[in-house]
């Protein structure tokens, strides 16, 4: 046996299915952040509708989730921040190499999240969507991040726990720590959470879903 078959016989290490989480930074925002906090301060104010959902479901804040569904059109920094939103979805439909035919992905949902010192917002999915995403407009120090879970860890039945200093892209929850100005987006079915707000002023977000229509 020669040495080049020793080599061909080698064990091989494929990685399939890949989770990708696509992650910009919105220069073209940044220097509307102050405006889109407002905005968001200003709607939790004055939505008497979000601010009675936000208290009866316990979200430690204020989330125009359930209440105001026109941010673009109440708010000119909002409509400005869609169209980059809209822009950076359509790569990241392309990176993930969909075929979208005569259909096309559209905003379906947007919503503002005002979350206290002390606040989070447990795991969950977005049905009904196909990207989900968050654009962070003021993150304080300490603010807390955004967590994903392995999508296949409910199947992994008998499985060893990982080693803690396993590879990040081995690891059953990953957290990504925003910046104001960071754009994050994610396949809908990925379960996500947002940990504890250790920081002592507000975490404001804005949150979007996108449909295949």
Aim: include cysteine; proline fraction near 8%.
């Amino acid at each position: 046996m020669t040495d080049d078959t020793i080599q061909a016989a080698a064990p091989a290490l494929e990685t399939l299915f890949a989770t990708r989480i696509y992650r910009a930074l919105l220069a073209e925002m940044l220097p509307l952040n102050d405006e889109l906090a407002a905005c968001c301060r200003s709607a939790s104010e004055d939505d008497a509708a979000g601010q009675k959902w936000s208290a009866k479901n316990g979200y430690p804040g204020y989330t125009s989730y359930s209440s105001l569904d026109d941010l673009p059109w109440r708010f000119p920094a909002v409509k400005t921040l869609k169209s980059q939103l809209d822009r950076h979805v359509k790569a990241y439909a392309k990176l993930q190499e969909w075929s979208l035919g005569d259909r096309k992905l559209e905003l379906d949902s947007l919503w503002i999240n005002v979350l206290d010192p002390g606040g989070f917002h447990g795991s969950h999915i977005h049905p009904n969507s196909v990207i989900s995403g968050t654009y962070y407009v003021e993150i304080p120090e300490g603010a807390s991040a955004l967590r994903f879970e392995d999508p296949r860890l409910a199947l992994m039945m008998a499985a060893p726990p990982r080693k803690p200093k396993a590879a990040r892209d081995m690891q059953p929850f990953v957290p990504m720590q925003p910046t104001p100005g960071t754009l994050l987006l994610w396949e809908s079915w990925l379960r996500h959470e947002v940990v504890l707000n250790q920081a002592e002023s507000e975490r404001i977000s804005i949150s979007f879903n996108y449909a295949w229509r």
